[in-house]
């Protein structure tokens, strides 16, 4: 650290230097001997007007830097600052152009000493940060940050952030420093330089562990113990069956214990269905504590009767939650102690020797290089080493294929097995009293006949009310036209460095010759005609679907249903086409296969580099099998399947995809799963329609007869939080056009937020009636002060749009989809709830098409029996995301008329806790709303 490194960071006018865009402020924090020893910061006049967008998201105007020096009267200071110093910033690429633009306008020649760039250097030192923006990585390290996007403010966070970035490197493994030196040298920054210099100075420093670091085949890795201890004996501890016994436990554990009494009865109702057996479903309101509420109770059926219950749930964020804050508060509770595992599929864990192989060969790309160092580093933290911890770029999970567990490439070295991090997985969850995963993994194991999830009999679906939807997923097939190149590429032609050359390469290196298979050249011939084929396929899905919807209705993304009994020329292309390319695949596996079986009898002439490169061969060859037996199941085999195609008409032949599900999978369910299990408890917050389990059952395949069924309500006081509001002076959404009803809502939405002063969640239920309203709310300029946050058109996850939206004092945050559930904000962020339409799913969507025409079929009616239904479940969850505390007061505007003025309406309100309503014009419902909040 005995460098000297200058920490910049700029503010300007745009972003683009050569275009006439000029800096406004200047910040530079100098480091020496890993002490901050200077400052310097100024205000630079741009002899241009600044931008509104800019001055909105800096603070800095035209008044402000009115009298501040122009850049060449600062420019001498900078360039002594910079002198036999590093270049540092965070996205230093930015900040480094625009500083030369400005150097050489002034008459210097520029900088061209070594940089480092903190975005690089964090993506490679924090592999498991969920962001790598400013902001959200001083969060995440607890640095102050009063003033982004005000230079001073940010160079003085980088340049402590950068502090602790270098504390990072210098304490790794001296191991794990030399193996990220040679990867070094392919990045943006010059941190080969300076790791260089980094072990020079560490050359006398024995490479001394931490007591949680060991080294294994040249491999620093974090120590883990291996916990494969049989179940010892324990002393049944009688389940707490009255309320004063619970609250003792749970006043004794939790810090501002407040009773709940939806929970403790939620806690008997599991410990009832379990204990006798039975299948339950438990609808809990939000604040009831669902987690605690089945946890607690399962733990002593899993203690008492040695039993292992399996959690599963739908979001990574609910598994983390359980493992993270609700289990050790269960310790901290209960009289003894519970041991639960995550577990995931066998793809989300990597293979320690394929790592360590892969890392031996030649980087040619910035993604593979990047990913090679973050896993380096991860390594010596990692206990799970499983792949949601990372935060990997698209190129980064590409890599993750060469090097996930997998069936293909298991071991037999008994010393890289030890070190298998699925394996201990599996050992761990066999002596687990909860194994908590996933609701794909659950049904994966229901789909492979229980051959991945250790034995179990009991268990708990937390969000069930996605269960159907996934199992519809796993008992169906996809085939997308991304996925499918990509799998081609990776075996590849001559042209292509890919598995193809590896496989010639081998045959040539063994002695023996064989002529009696087909040559590689004849391969490589069978790999052209086999892309060009599935490239011709895609094409004819996309025509298909495109000709079958001349009407998009401003929708790029189309959904039509696909029927082998369509005998239309159309029809009859795709078919014949999907039968050549599973023909071609046939042929193209076998005489691969044909290859390997000769290969593997001259085993003793291959090296290890070959035998590994065999293995890659074989996966490739088990992943194009499942193409071939998707294709033969959507397009050859007779079934019931739904089968439809999804293509964005912009650019259709890149993301064509065609599914096949099941219209129901209620008796899959039954006979695989509920008939097999001895007890399941369904629970979420959303499960019944009108107080009635009814429609979920059906979809389930559960048998009324048996299954019990708990409605706990939300302890929250519904009618003291919240208001409805519903203004009759908008359009009926069918008797107008989509564009005169974004026009009526966009000025409703201005009025609302008005006064609201933001602090508004918009809900759609389509991303193009999302975009045009945003974009009329944009050209209005009403808006202007506030902050427009909108899906799929601000960059960003949903977590991340969310914070962003919690950041901001004025926002609002426009949603399609997924922010119908799972969005929490509590507090005063979220003030405002608008419901743009009742959550219908168009009647023309394929899988809904589908099941209203079975429902059609036997007499029924399908608006009652399945679209309203869904509507109202969807409707539930986005009224769930208002209220999330006992303290949170807000409004729920709905603009759809429908659900007073229609016969089906009250099924809405029903379904939701009693709360006042009141509908009028806007102008008198505003007043409300400002009185209100």
Request: charged share 25%; net charge negative; hydrophobic share 40%.
């Amino acid at each position: 650290m005995s460098n000297k490194f200058v920490v910049v960071d700029l503010e300007t006018t745009g972003n683009l230097p050569k275009k006439g865009d000029r800096i406004i402020q200047f910040a530079a924090v100098v480091i020496e001997n890993g002490e901050i020893t200077e400052r310097f910061s100024s205000l630079v006049n741009p002899q241009k007007p600044i931008p509104v967008f800019i001055e909105e998201l800096t603070g800095i105007n035209d008044e402000m830097v009115k009298d501040a020096p122009i850049f060449s009267e600062i420019a001498p200071k900078i360039m002594d600052l910079l002198e036999g110093a590093y270049f540092v910033a965070h996205n230093i690429l930015f900040d480094l152009s625009f500083l030369q633009e400005e150097l050489i306008r002034a008459g210097f020649e520029g900088f061209f000493g070594p940089v480092l760039d903190t975005v690089e250097m964090a993506r490679i030192l924090f592999p498991t940060s969920d962001s790598y923006k400013l902001s959200d990585l001083a969060v995440k390290e607890n640095l102050h940050h009063d003033r982004p996007h005000q230079a001073d403010s940010d160079a003085e966070v980088t340049a402590e952030l950068f502090l602790i970035l270098l504390r990072k490197l210098s304490n790794l493994p001296m191991i794990t420093i030399r193996q990220l030196l040679p990867l070094s040298d392919g990045l943006k920054s010059d941190l080969q330089l300076f790791l260089e210099e980094l072990l020079e100075t560490l050359v006398d420093r024995e490479d001394v562990l931490s007591e949680s670091v060991e080294i294994f085949h040249g491999l620093a890795l974090r120590k883990t113990t291996i916990k494969t201890e049989t179940k010892h004996s324990f002393e049944n501890q009688p389940y707490p069956d009255n309320e004063g016994a619970k609250v003792k436990f749970l006043e004794n554990g939790m810090d501002g214990f407040e009773k709940r009494t939806g929970q403790f009865e939620m806690m008997d109702a599991v410990y009832y269905t379990f204990q006798n057996e039975k299948h339950t479903l438990i609808e809990a309101g939000t604040g009831v504590g669902k987690s605690l509420g089945y946890l607690f109770p399962a733990a002593y059926i899993a203690k008492n009767h040695n039993r292992p219950i399996v959690i599963s749930t739908h979001t990574i964020q609910q598994q983390e939650q359980i493992l993270k804050k609700e289990i050790p508060l269960l310790n901290k509770i209960l009289p003894f102690n519970i041991k639960a595992i995550l577990l995931k599929g066998r793809s989300h864990y990597i293979n320690l020797e394929r790592f360590y192989q892969v890392l031996q060969e030649e980087n040619d790309n910035y993604d593979i290089i990047l990913t090679k160092m973050q896993i380096l580093v991860w390594l010596t933290e990692t206990e799970t080493g499983e792949k949601d911890e990372l935060n990997l770029s698209s190129g980064g999970l590409l890599f993750w294929n060469k090097i996930k567990n997998d069936p293909a490439f298991s071991s037999t070295h008994q010393e890289w097995r030890e070190w298998d991090f699925y394996l201990r997985s599996i050992q761990e969850a066999n002596t687990a009293d909860f194994i908590i995963t996933n609701h794909s993994l659950l049904l994966s194991d229901i789909k492979h006949q229980g051959s991945i999830l250790p034995n179990y009999d009991l268990v708990v679906i937390d969000e069930g009310h996605h269960l159907e939807k996934v199992a519809a997923q796993y008992f169906g097939f996809s085939l997308d036209f991304l996925s499918t190149r990509m799998l081609l590429s990776q075996f590849g032609t001559f042209d292509q460095k890919g598995l193809l050359n590896e496989l010639e390469e081998i045959v040539r290196s063994i002695p023996v010759r064989n002529d009696t298979l087909l040559h590689p050249f004849e391969i490589n011939q069978m790999v052209i005609d086999l892309s060009y084929e599935v490239d011709e396929f895609f094409k004819l899905l996309a025509y298909f679907a495109k000709s079958k919807k001349n009407d998009t209705n401003g929708s790029y993304r189309i959904k039509i249903r696909f029927s082998p009994l369509d005998k239309s020329k159309d029809s009859k292309a795709v078919l014949h086409s999907a039968e050549r390319c599973t023909f071609l695949i046939k042929d193209l596996y076998n005489a691969i296969n044909s290859w390997l079986f000769w290969i593997n009898e001259q085993k003793s002439s291959l090296s290890d580099l070959e035998e590994r490169k065999v293995e890659e061969i074989y996966q490739f060859l088990n992943e194009l099998n499942e193409l071939r037996e998707a294709l033969i199941h959507c397009f050859i085999r007779e079934s019931n399947d739904v089968k439809w195609i999804e293509v964005d008409v912009r650019t259709p032949q890149n993301v064509t995809t065609f599914m096949a599900q099941p219209a129901s999978v209620a008796a899959n369910l039954r006979e695989e799963f509920f008939n097999k299990k001895k007890g399941v408890v369904i629970t979420s917050a959303t499960l019944t329609i009108n107080k009635s389990f009814n429609y979920l059952m059906n979809k389930l395949g559960l048998d009324p007869n048996h299954t019990l069924k708990w409605i706990i309500p939300s302890p929250f006081e519904y009618k003291r939080q919240v208001r409805m509001i519903i203004p009759d002076d908008l359009p009926d959404i069918n008797s107008v056009t989509t564009d005169e009803y974004v026009l009526a809502i966009a000025e409703n939405i201005i009025t609302v937020a008005e006064a609201t002063k933001g602090r508004m969640l918009i809900l759609f239920t389509a991303f193009e009636m999302l975009k045009k309203t945003y974009d009329l709310i944009k050209e209005s300029g009403f808006l202007d002060d506030y902050v427009l946050i909108a899906q799929g058109i601000t960059g960003g996850s949903r977590t991340r749009l969310t914070r962003n939206f919690q950041r901001y004092d004025k926002a609002i945050l426009l949603g399609t989809s997924s922010f119908w559930e799972g969005v929490d904000i509590p507090g005063e962020d979220l003030s405002c709830l608008v419901i743009v339409r009742l959550p219908f799913t168009p009647p023309d969507e394929p899988l809904t098409e589908a099941k209203c025409q079975l429902i059609e079929k036997r007499g029924g009616n399908p608006f009652y029996e399945y679209s309203l239904p869904e509507a109202v479940l969807r409707f539930k969850q986005g009224f769930g995301r208002l209220i999330r505390t006992e303290n949170d007061r807000g409004i729920v505007v709905v603009f759809d008329k429908r659900i007073i003025s229609s016969k089906y309406g009250k099924c809405f309100l029903n379904s939701i806790p009693p709360i006042p309503i009141k509908k009028g014009k806007i102008d008198e419902l505003v007043r409300l709303i400002q009185s209100w909040l």
